[in-house]
Every structure is written in C-alpha cells, then in structure tokens.
C-alpha cells in the first residue's frame, strides 16, 4: 500500500516542491512569487481559448512522453525523441502537401501513419545498434537528433518543390483535408488551436497502458529492462524486444511531430534546433515516473506551465523563471529517494505511536 501511495505522493511533492523552489528564486531576484503564480494561473485558466491551448499543448508531449516511457520500460534512455518527432512532422507533411485533395478520413490516418513508419525507422537506428553492437543508446541518439535536424532542413529547403514552398524557409499550409485542427473545436475553445491531436494521446494512453500491462510484449519489454541476460535465459530474444521498444518509441514520437505540425502550425519550415517537444516529453514522462496513465496529468502541467509563461511576463518577471520550475520539479523527480525516506520514516513513526 506504501508503494501505491509513493507512487502517487511523489510526483505531487515534487511539483509542489518545484513551485516553492521557483517562488524562493523569484523572491531573492527581488520579484513577487505571488503575483507572479497569480498571473500564470489566470493566464492558463482566464479564458476558455487558453484551456484550448493547454490541451492543444499536451498533445504532441503525450506522445513524446510515452516514447520515452516504453524505451525506459526497456532499459533504454531514448534522447532522440526530438528528431523522432521531427522526421514525422516533415514527412507526414511532405505527403500531405502532395495530396492536398485526398478525402480527410483517408488524408488524416496516412499522415500518422507515415509519421509513425518515419519517426519508427529514425528509432531502430539506435535500436539495431544497441542490440547487434552493444553501442550506447545515449550518443547514437544525441548525434541522430542533429543527422535529422539538418537532413530534415536540407529536404524541406531543397527537395520540396517550389509549389509546395511559401518561401525558402517555410512550405504552404496542407490542405483543410490534411489539418488537425476543425471548426467544431475552434467553436468551443473560442478560436484556440485545439485539434483531434488530443484524441488520438488519450487513445495513445489506453493502447501503451494495454500494451505494457496486460500483453506478453509488454512484458518482455519490463523484463528486458530489467535484466537481459535473465531474459534471454527464459527464452526471450533481448534483441528484438530492444530493437522494437525504439521502433515503438520512436513511432510515438513521430506522432507527437506530426500532431504539433499539422495540428499547431499546419505546414513545415526550417528548424533552427531540436524539437522542444521532444526534450519537454522527456520531462513529462520522468515526472509521471514512465507511467502511461499519469503522462497525461503531467503533460497537462507542463502544459499550464507553457500557456500561463506570458502572465508572469505581465508581472514583470521574466518567462524563463517557468524553465527553472519545470527545471526544479523534474529536479526532486531526480532526488526522489528523499521523499521515500521522509514517507518511511513517517509509516515508521506512525507506528511507533502505536
């Protein structure tokens, strides 16, 4: 029961810790922590178009998140999500600038589709190379998000033809067929950029759950994660179960780029870094503890956190003040065995009481 509780407790503890840690900061900078959560809190929940943005927000980190979570679950620490989401945004968007007349119920499954053949392939690079050649996972990654940043940049620059291209850094918007984003949602959410990106996270959520859970790859996935050389004992085949948890992870991630693509910006241009979506679902998923059914809470907080930024500017406090909170939740995320000792020394007081 311990166990059960902890695993809820802690993540509550460390953004509450997180968000004193921040007013501490802004206090000794000589600013007003009060008024500056006052004003995120009523900039993220003033209006119902900025409730849009924070769903419209957590969409693409869903899927970032649950990439990360499943290569966790395996034993693999995926820092390539951001050039996964990339080449998922740039190819899905590539197909649907192509075939701007397709019909929509046929135009929005082949743009995730491709988006999860792309960003699938970009992750079992990584995974191959682990598996066959025990190189680590970590630096392949690290040095494909920049391989695909700029072959990423060099296709929409120079193989995009000139119809496609607004002008030599961005293409046109893809077609309404091909856009995430409908009139009913902009409607309700007064005009945000909400779109259907959010239903297929919580669908997301349900199959990733499903999966790890109650399927047989699922657990091969915990037990690889856990200890390969005993699972390859019982018959399993550590190899595959790495190369597919990238492949997985990396096709979620794709997802998450194509989602933030065709949903947020409709169109593709040039990227002068990596995704943030993809290092800002790494986040996501450390503070749900890799926990398919807590990703969306987290998602939703770091969500909050993104739309409200512009409030503390409002009040005079400087926007990357939100960086050092997100900074410092995911900090006593890190350090989480203090709040396990604090909780065992309490069941343990408790008892003695008794």
């Not at 810790?17 to 007003?32: C, E, Q, R, V």
């Not at 998140?65 to 080449?87: I, M, T």
């Not at 191959?128 to 494909?144: D, H, Y």
């Not at 019982?234 to 780029?257: D, E, N």
Request: glycine share 10%; aromatic share 12%.
């Amino acid at each position: 029961m311990l166990k059960k509780n902890q695993a809820l407790l802690i993540p509550i503890l460390a953004v509450i810790s997180g968000l004193l840690l921040g007013a501490l900061i802004m206090l000794i900078f000589g600013y007003d922590p009060i008024w500056g959560y006052e004003e995120l809190f009523y900039s993220a929940f003033g209006t119902v178009k900025s409730i849009g943005e924070i769903f419209r927000a957590m969409a693409p980190l869903v899927f970032t998140a649950l990439g990360f979570a499943v290569a966790s679950r395996a034993g693999f620490f995926n820092v390539g999500l951001p050039g996964q989401a990339l080449v998922g945004w740039v190819f899905s968007a590539w197909f649907a600038l192509e075939n701007p007349d397709l019909p929509r119920l046929i135009l929005i499954p082949m743009t995730v589709l491709i988006a999860m053949i792309a960003g699938g392939i970009a992750g079992a690079i990584p995974g191959i190379l682990r598996a066959f050649l025990g190189t680590s996972e970590v630096i392949v990654t690290i040095m494909m998000n920049y391989i695909l940043l700029y072959s990423c940049n060099y296709i929409v620059r120079d193989v995009f033809s000139d119809s496609l291209m607004k002008n030599t850094d961005s293409s046109i918007n893809v077609s309404a067929n091909a856009s995430y984003q409908t009139e009913w949602l902009r409607a309700l959410t007064e005009n945000s950029r909400m779109n259907i990106g959010i239903f297929f996270a919580i669908i997301a959520v349900v199959l990733i759950w499903f999966m790890m859970t109650k399927t047989t790859l699922g657990f091969e996935i915990r037990s690889v994660g856990l200890n390969p050389s005993a699972s390859e004992y019982a018959g399993m085949s550590a190899k595959r179960t790495i190369i597919l948890s990238m492949v997985i992870s990396g096709a979620l991630a794709g997802i998450g780029g194509a989602i933030e693509g065709l949903g947020t910006f409709q169109n593709v241009y040039i990227q002068g870094g990596n995704l943030a979506i993809g290092f800002n679902g790494m986040s996501v998923a450390l503070l749900a503890t890799n926990a398919p059914l807590g990703i969306p809470f987290a998602a939703f907080l770091f969500g909050m956190l993104s739309v409200g930024a512009p409030g503390m500017v409002r009040a005079g406090i400087p926007s990357e003040l939100i960086n050092v909170v997100t900074a410092s939740i995911i900090f006593f995320i890190g350090v989480k065995f203090i709040f396990e000792r604090l909780l065992t020394r309490r069941k343990k007081a408790a008892k003695g009481a008794k």
